[in-house]
Structures are given as structure tokens and as C-alpha cells.
């Protein structure tokens, strides 16, 4: 067999492990799906909000795009905001922090933070989303920043999520 049989499928192979490693993983960034997924824990906060539920949604100077693709995926039951980091977060149900603001300092107690997996870890926030490629979710919870929200869950939802 000549070297020829063999070009095209290893120029594939090759092209497919770039882009693999190209792609941005899907729990990097918190983005609209994701935090879709990620307010659905609201209706498992004891006691649950009231509908439509207040959300701000936090972003960096000069991110207002990222927030409002947020807010356009959240959905009817959740009145969202999209605030910079210095903003007016008061009477959300939960804040929703997209790229680096450390809103520790600003919440208050009954607010839920959710943010991507870096945030989680850090303790910057309470609740993230893993997203797989199957298209299911896992739930994830820095259990030292949900204990300072004052947030607790139906123990149906605790069975769901991830403690670290």
C-alpha cells in the first residue's frame, strides 16, 4: 500500500485532536445554558422564592453583552438584571457572577451565588454547573460559601449536587 492510503485519514485524525483541544470545555464559563440549568436550583430553595424570581446578573465592565445573553436564556420564571460589578444586587433571590467580580463582600444572606467551576472552587461562589458532553448536568456546591449564604436546599435537590 503506498503512504497516499494513509494521508487523508491521519490529515482527519489530526484535524479532530485540534479541535478537541481547541474547543473550550463546556464548564470553563458560565454562559446562557448553563445558567439556565443553574436557576433551576431556585426551586429547591426552603423556602422557594416567589415567581417571576429576581436574579442579578453580575459581569465585569464593559460585559453587558455576556450578561444579556444570560438573561435572554433564563427564561419566564426569573426577572433578571444585568449589573456591573459595582452595581445594586439588593432583593435578587440569587446573583449570577460572570467573569472575575468577587461579590462575597456584597451579598446578603438568602442569596444564592452561582458561577462557573473556577468561581465554585474558589469559595467566590456557592453553585455551578457542569455541563457535559451528553448533554446532562451536574450540580456543584462550594458547601463553605453556601453555609455563609444562608441558603438551604429541599433535600431532594441535595441528593443532586456535588459538595466540595
Do not use: W
Not at 12 to 26: F, G, I, N, R, S
Not at 86 to 108: F, L, Q
Amino acid at each position: 500500500m503506498s503512504d497516499r492510503y494513509f494521508q487523508a485519514p491521519l490529515r482527519a485524525l489530526a484535524a479532530t485532536l485540534a479541535l478537541c483541544l481547541l474547543a473550550p470545555t463546556q464548564a470553563l464559563a458560565i454562559d446562557g445554558p448553563s445558567a439556565a440549568v443553574a436557576v433551576k436550583a431556585l426551586n429547591f430553595v426552603q423556602p422557594k422564592p416567589a415567581k417571576p424570581i429576581p436574579v442579578a446578573i453580575v459581569v465585569d465592565a464593559g460585559q453587558t453583552a455576556a450578561g444579556d445573553a444570560i438573561k435572554g436564556a433564563l427564561g419566564a420564571d426569573i426577572a433578571a438584571k444585568v449589573v456591573e460589578g459595582g452595581g445594586d444586587i439588593a432583593g435578587a433571590a440569587a446573583v449570577i457572577v460572570v467573569g472575575k467580580a468577587d461579590m462575597t463582600a456584597k451579598t446578603a444572606a438568602g442569596q444564592l451565588v452561582i458561577g462557573d467551576m473556577a468561581c465554585m472552587e474558589a469559595g467566590r461562589c456557592a453553585l455551578s454547573v457542569e455541563r457535559q458532553a451528553s448533554g446532562a448536568a451536574k450540580y456543584h456546591v462550594n458547601s463553605a460559601a453556601l453555609a455563609k449564604t444562608a441558603v438551604a436546599f429541599d433535600k431532594n435537590f441535595q441528593m443532586l449536587v456535588t459538595a466540595h
